[in-house]
C-alpha cells in the first residue's frame, strides 16, 4: 500500500536521485554525495513556505515517489486559488505499476481541498510518455507554456 506525506530533510537524498534518474534530469541535476548544498538551501525554503509542499510516496520505509505542489493565489477567477505540479518522479524499480497515477491523484485532492479551481503543470516535449500520461489522467492541453531560462 502507498502512503504519501510531506517530505522530511532525510528523504532530500533519495527524492534529488530520483529527479537526476531520467534522460532529461541527467543533464540538469547533480546527484553526488554529499549534496550540493544548493538542494538544501531548495529544501528548507520549501519547507518553510506554507503554499508549496514536498510530498514522497512510500511503501513501508521506502521512497518510490515525489512531487512539488505549489498552491497560488490568482485575482482572475474571482480570486480563485492554482495548484502547481512540478517534479512528479517515480522511482525507477517502480514505474509502470501505478504509483505515478496514485500521486496525482493524490495531488488532485489535495488542491481540491485547499479549496483550488484549477490544476496546471507542465511537462517537457522531450517527453511525450509523460504528455499522455498526464492527458489519460484527464488534463488537457489548452495552452501554450513560455519559458525563458535566466542561467
Not at 40 to 61: M, T, W
Amino acid at each position: 500500500m502507498v502512503q504519501f506525506r510531506l517530505a522530511e530533510e532525510k528523504d532530500l537524498e533519495k527524492m534529488v536521485e530520483m529527479l537526476a534518474d531520467d534522460v532529461l534530469g541527467k543533464k540538469r541535476e547533480r546527484f553526488e554525495l554529499p549534496l550540493p548544498e544548493c538542494y538544501r538551501r531548495a529544501f528548507e525554503a520549501i519547507s518553510k513556505d506554507p503554499h508549496n509542499e514536498l510530498v514522497v510516496a512510500c511503501q513501508g520505509n521506502e521512497i518510490i515517489g515525489m512531487q512539488q505542489i505549489t498552491f497560488t493565489p490568482y485575482l482572475t477567477h474571482q480570486g480563485g486559488w492554482r495548484a502547481t505540479i512540478e517534479g512528479v518522479r517515480t522511482a525507477s524499480s517502480v514505474r509502470g505499476q501505478g504509483i505515478g497515477s496514485e500521486l496525482m491523484k493524490w495531488a488532485i485532492d489535495r488542491a481540491r481541498e485547499r479549496g483550488c479551481h484549477l490544476i496546471q503543470l507542465t511537462t517537457d516535449k522531450a517527453r511525450p510518455d509523460a504528455l499522455r500520461f498526464y492527458e489519460r489522467l484527464g488534463f488537457k492541453a489548452t495552452h501554450e507554456g513560455l519559458k525563458m531560462k535566466l542561467k
